[in-house]
């Protein structure tokens, strides 16, 4: 079974439970939905927003190519990935993946997998807005990204 991955880079948020209801109305094929919310944090009080700026069809076309991989590592019957851009605030959701798979570590694997890949190769850039009204610096890429990526490739 081929799957079309949902992928969409928006500003507004999302309802997670919405767009997995969204996959499992009137499906009795699945079993197992797995979803990921990545939120924004606060770091101990110092920030109030991260900034994210994309590239619009850019970052869109890179997400489907990380979908579209785990789609075809996994047996997965639907998957959505959703990113923000745009001013995000504490405790608002900045990502969101949903895998479903006929069993569970289909779904548990290609959510991780995505997640990975994501944050390691998604052209997103983050700036930081402090909580004292200060524009913190742009946020470099994390070795701990590429290596948590590099596990996929064992």
């Given at each position: 079974?081929?799957?079309?991955?949902?992928?969409?880079?928006?500003?507004?948020?999302?309802?997670?439970?919405?767009?997995?209801a969204?996959?499992?109305?009137?499906?009795?094929?699945?079993?197992?939905?797995?979803t990921?919310?990545?939120?924004?944090?606060?770091?101990?009080?110092?920030?109030?927003?991260?900034?994210?700026?994309?590239?619009?069809?850019?970052?869109?076309?890179?997400i489907?190519?990380?979908?579209?991989?785990?789609?075809?590592?996994?047996?997965?019957?639907?998957?959505?990935?959703?990113?923000?851009?745009?001013?995000?605030?504490?405790?608002?959701?900045?990502?969101?993946?949903?895998?479903?798979?006929?069993?569970?570590?289909?779904?548990f694997?290609?959510?991780?997998?995505?997640?990975?890949?994501l944050?390691?190769?998604?052209?997103?850039?983050k700036r930081?807005?402090?909580?004292?009204?200060?524009?913190?610096?742009?946020?470099?890429?994390?070795?701990?990204?590429?290596?948590?990526?590099?596990?996929?490739?064992?």
């Open positions: 079974m081929s799957v079309q991955p949902t992928i969409r880079v928006q500003a507004d948020p999302f309802d997670a439970a919405a767009e997995s969204t996959i499992t109305a009137g499906r009795t094929d699945i079993g197992a939905l797995v990921f919310t990545g939120l924004c944090r606060d770091e101990g009080g110092r920030l109030a927003a991260l900034e994210l700026e994309h590239y619009p069809g850019m970052a869109e076309a890179e489907g190519r990380i979908a579209a991989q785990a789609c075809a590592r996994w047996p997965l019957v639907a998957l959505t990935v959703i990113h923000r851009h745009g001013t995000i605030r504490p405790g608002e959701p900045i990502v969101l993946v949903v895998a479903a798979s006929a069993h569970r570590r289909g779904a694997e290609a959510a991780d997998f995505m997640m990975d890949f944050k390691d190769r998604a052209p997103f850039w930081e807005h402090m909580a004292d009204g200060a524009t913190g610096g742009w946020v470099g890429a994390k070795q701990s990204d590429a290596a948590d990526a590099a596990r996929w490739k064992k």
